[in-house]
C-alpha cells in the first residue's frame, strides 16, 4: 500500500479524530516524508537531531517538526530556530538549556514533560512526585522562553494491554491532578502525547491528544 492509503486506514481507526497524528518520519528518506506532506500531513517526529536538522533544510517550512527522542543539552541549540515541540523533555537541567537557547534566538518553545510511566529502566522521564515538585518551583516559574503545554509518555513494551492501558491511565490522571494546581504562566496542560503504531487506539481510549506514528504509516523502520 501507498504512504497515503496507509495514513487514510489509520485516520479511520482513530477513536477520536481530533487526535493529532505525528508521522514519525525517523530513519525513513525525504520522498517519503514528501510523499505524506502530499497527502496532508504536515507535523512530523524524528528522534535524531542530525537527520532532523537536515531533513528541514530540505522540506518544506510550514512542516511541524517534533524532537520526539531522547535529547541531550549540547544539541538543543541546533534545532531552537525552528522545532514546533519537544517532547521528551525529561530533566530540569534540559529545560533550563532550551529556555537558553530560546531565548537567543528569540522564540519561545514548546515542551512537553515526559513521565516514566513504564516498568521498564530503559525509558526516561520524571516520576510523578518529581513533576510535581518541578512545576510549583520558583526556578522552573522563572524560565520565560518555554511554554510547557502537557505530558508525555511511553507504555511498556508488552502484549499485557490491560498494563499498557493502565499505564495510560495513569498520565491521564497525573494531568488531572496538574490541572488541580495553581500553575505558572508558562505552563498550560491540555496535551496528552501517549501511544504509538502498537498501541495508538488504548492511548486514545485514555485521552491522549496526539500519537506518535510511524510505521503504520512508512513502513518498518530502517535500521542504521
Keep these: 500500500m501507498s504512504i497515503q492509503a496507509n495514513l487514510e486506514q489509520v485516520k479511520d481507526t482513530f477513536i477520536n479524530p481530533a487526535c ?3 508521522a514519525v518520519s525517523k530513519t525513513k528518506p525525504v520522498s517519503a516524508i514528501e510523499e505524506a506532506y502530499a497527502a496532508g500531513i504536515r507535523d512530523f517526529g524524528e528522534n535524531k537531531v542530525q537527520e532532523l536538522t537536515e ?3 530540505l522540506l518544506p517550512e510550514d512542516i511541524r517538526w517534533h524532537m520526539i527522542g531522547h535529547l541531550q543539552r549540547n544539541k538543543v541549540k541546533f534545532i531552537a530556530p525552528f522545532v514546533h515541540l519537544i517532547h521528551g523533555v525529561d530533566t530540569f537541567k534540559l529545560l533550563l538549556e532550551i529556555n537558553k537557547q530560546a531565548e537567543k534566538a528569540n522564540r519561545k518553545i514548546s515542551c512537553l514533560l515526559q513521565v516514566h510511566i513504564a516498568t521498564e529502566d530503559t525509558k526516561f522521564g520524571f516520576s510523578p512526585e518529581e513533576l510535581l515538585d518541578l512545576v510549583q518551583s520558583s526556578a522552573y516559574a522563572e524560565l520565560n ?3 510547557v503545554r502537557g505530558l508525555m509518555g511511553m507504555a511498556t513494551n508488552t502484549e499485557n494491554q490491560e498494563r499498557v492501558k493502565a499505564e495510560f491511565a495513569s498520565l491521564k490522571k497525573l494531568l488531572a491532578e496538574m490541572n488541580r494546581l ?3 504562566s508558562n505552563t498550560q496542560m491540555d496535551e496528552l502525547s501517549m501511544g504509538m503504531s502498537g498501541d495508538y487506539l488504548l492511548a486514545q481510549e485514555e485521552g491522549s491528544t496526539m500519537v506518535r506514528i510511524g ?3 512508512f513502513g518498518n523502520r530502517n535500521y542504521r
Excluded: D, R
Design 145 to 147: 522562553h518555554i511554554q
Design 182 to 184: 495553581s500553575l505558572p
Design 215 to 217: 510505521s503504520a504509516i
Design 20 to 22: 493529532l497524528l505525528v
Design 55 to 57: 531533513k528541514q533544510a
